[in-house]
């Protein structure tokens, strides 16, 4: 049973790009949920997907954007990159009203 | 908004030591977790405590949970080198799944 999965694993990017993030959820998951983790600190809640609908925002400007996949795949949209959205990118998947959320291998952004 | 702390934020033990880290946090909620990070690593779920009272155990690990006192602790026993991570609790926000992670502790375990 394949787990959560993310890609790519590493990505260096310059400001004032875009970078898109993708994650698939483990097998019978329906809801995914994205989080920033910057060194040295807990992860920070970006969004969150079900039925391919944005259900839960946390603090992140609109540069942050996202969408989910019919197959509830889902992908992280950053415009306009600043140094600091340089961080580890965590997905978590989970079954709607279940307790366990299981998390990605994440994906290591760099902007130079 | 929910706050969710840990103390301390780094704490360096010898093997065969036992020592506790506390994870407080600031409203109501129903569910909290604790996870395992290697550096460079994704998180590795711990435990789920889920009621008032839960105390699950893992091999020299155990977390316990006091909903009234808003408290989570996890204790270690007999720290092991391979125990060296970070450990992060997480508490969800407002039943709707998003997580609230305190700051981390660093645990170092030295021979």
């Known amino acids: 049973d394949a787990g959560v999965t993310q890609s790519p694993t590493h990505l260096i990017k310059t400001r004032g790009q875009q970078v898109t993030l993708r994650c698939s959820p483990k097998?019978?998951?329906?809801?995914v949920s994205w989080y920033q983790q910057a060194l040295g600190q807990g992860p920070q809640f970006i969004f969150q997907y079900y039925e391919e609908e944005e259900r839960q925002r946390g603090n992140f400007p609109d540069r942050f954007s996202g969408h989910q996949f019919p197959n509830y795949s889902s992908e992280l949209n950053v415009n306009a990159l600043l140094l600091g959205d340089s961080a580890l990118y965590l997905c978590?998947?989970?079954?709607?009203?279940?307790?366990?959320?299981?998390f990605g291998p994440g994906t290591r952004l760099t902007v130079t | 908004e929910l706050k969710v702390e840990q103390n301390p934020l780094f704490l360096s033990m010898q093997e065969g030591k036992n020592y506790t880290i506390y994870c407080n946090y600031s409203t109501t909620s129903d569910r909290l977790y604790w996870y395992r990070q290697d550096p460079g690593k994704s998180l590795e779920s711990l435990f789920v405590l889920l009621s008032n009272g839960a105390v699950k155990q893992e091999g020299r690990l155990m977390a316990s949970l006091d909903t009234k006192a808003r408290l989570s602790t996890l204790h270690i026993t007999a720290a092991v080198h391979d125990l060296s991570a970070t450990y992060f609790c997480a508490v969800v926000y407002n039943q709707g799944g998003k997580l609230i992670f305190g700051q981390g502790t660093e645990l170092s375990v030295k021979p």
């Open positions: 097998s019978g998951h329906d809801t």
């Open positions: 978590a998947s989970s079954l709607l009203g279940n307790y366990e959320q299981y």
